[in-house]
C-alpha cells in the first residue's frame, strides 16, 4: 500500500491509528491492552519476548501495578529504540520464552524481577513477589538466582525489600513482621512452615515459627479473619494451638507498621511466655 495512503487514513480523524513507527492499527479507537503488546512485539521484531507487568498479566498473577508500559526483551545486537508505549531491554540473556496466549512471554522469576527493576512503590514489589511464591508460580530461591544473575545496580537495591520474600514471607504483611522480627534479636524464625503434634496431626502453618521453644505468630487481619468461614477456621486454628501447647501471638498487619514498639514489645513478651514453659512434642514436616 502507497505510505501517503497510509498517512492519509492515520491522519486525525481518519480511520486508522499509527500506533508505534510502522505499525498501524486498522482503527481509530484506543487499542486494547492486547493489541498494545501485539504492536510492542512487531515493534521489536522477531525473536523479541514480553516480561514485566503485562508477562506476570498473562500468567494470572493479580497484585500488579497499572501501567501502559509495555516492557519487551530483544538481542542485545539489535538496534531498537524504546518508543511511545513500549519499553525495549536490550540483553545477552535473552531467556527461553513460554508461549502464554500466542505471546512469546519470559518466565515468571525474570518476569517478576523485571516488572520490580521498574516499579517505584516497594509495597507493590514485595506484593508481586509473593503472590508469585505464594500461588506458586516460582520457588524464592528462582527470584533470588534471577536477582543474582542479573547485576544490576538497581536490581541490587530491591534485594532489602526482596529479603523476606526469599526468607519465606508470602505477603506484605508476612514481609513487615520478617523486619520486624529482623530487628528483634530474638532467635531464627521460619515462615509457613506445617506444624504437627505428636501424633502427627496438622496444628497449623503458622506466620512465623521458632522451632527451638514452639512458638508461633500469627498475622491476623480482621476483615480476613472475623467474618463467616474465616472466623470459624480461625478458631480451630487456635484450639488446635492450645491443644499441642503451643504458645501463639496474633497482630493485626497495620499494628506492624502503626506501633512497631508496642509489637515488638509483645513478641518478647511472648517469646519469653514460650521461653518459659517446657518444648512440647510438636514437629515441621
Not at 498494545?36 to 498479566?57: N, P
Not at 501424633?199 to 479473619?225: N, T
Request: hydrophobic share 40%.
Amino acid at each position: 500500500m502507497p505510505r501517503r495512503t497510509i498517512w492519509r487514513r492515520c491522519e486525525p480523524g481518519g480511520v486508522w491509528r499509527m500506533l508505534l513507527p510502522g505499525v498501524v492499527l486498522l482503527g481509530n479507537g484506543e487499542p486494547s491492552a492486547e493489541q498494545r503488546v501485539e504492536a510492542a512485539l512487531l515493534h521489536g521484531r522477531d525473536g523479541s519476548i514480553l516480561t514485566g507487568v503485562h508477562a506476570l498479566r498473562r500468567y494470572g498473577l493479580r497484585n500488579l501495578p497499572l501501567t501502559d508500559e509495555v516492557h519487551v526483551l530483544v538481542p542485545a545486537e539489535r538496534a531498537t529504540a524504546s518508543t511511545g508505549f513500549v519499553h525495549i531491554e536490550r540483553t545477552r540473556r535473552l531467556p527461553s520464552p513460554l508461549i502464554r496466549s500466542g505471546v512469546p512471554t519470559a518466565p515468571i522469576p525474570r518476569a517478576v524481577i523485571d516488572a520490580a527493576r521498574r516499579t517505584a512503590d516497594p509495597d507493590l514489589v514485595v506484593a508481586m513477589a509473593a503472590e508469585a511464591v505464594q500461588r506458586r508460580f516460582c520457588l524464592p530461591w528462582a527470584l533470588a538466582e534471577e536477582l543474582d544473575q542479573q547485576h544490576r545496580a538497581e536490581t541490587r537495591a530491591l534485594l532489602p525489600g526482596l529479603e523476606p520474600i526469599l526468607g519465606g514471607a508470602q505477603s506484605v504483611a508476612e514481609a513487615d513482621a520478617w523486619n520486624l522480627w529482623k530487628r528483634s534479636g530474638l532467635p531464627e524464625f521460619q515462615w509457613n512452615v506445617k506444624v504437627f503434634d505428636s501424633a502427627g496431626r496438622f496444628v497449623a502453618k503458622p506466620d512465623g515459627w521458632c522451632d527451638e521453644i514452639a512458638f508461633a505468630w500469627e498475622i491476623d487481619s480482621l476483615g480476613y479473619h472475623s467474618e463467616g468461614d474465616h472466623f470459624r477456621a480461625t478458631l480451630a486454628r487456635n484450639a488446635r494451638y492450645a491443644a499441642a501447647g503451643i504458645v501463639v501471638l496474633q497482630t493485626l498487619p497495620s499494628r506492624l507498621r502503626s506501633e512497631p514498639d508496642a509489637v515488638m514489645t509483645e513478641l518478647h513478651a511472648a517469646f519469653r511466655s514460650a521461653r518459659g514453659r517446657p518444648r512440647p512434642d510438636v514437629h515441621l514436616r
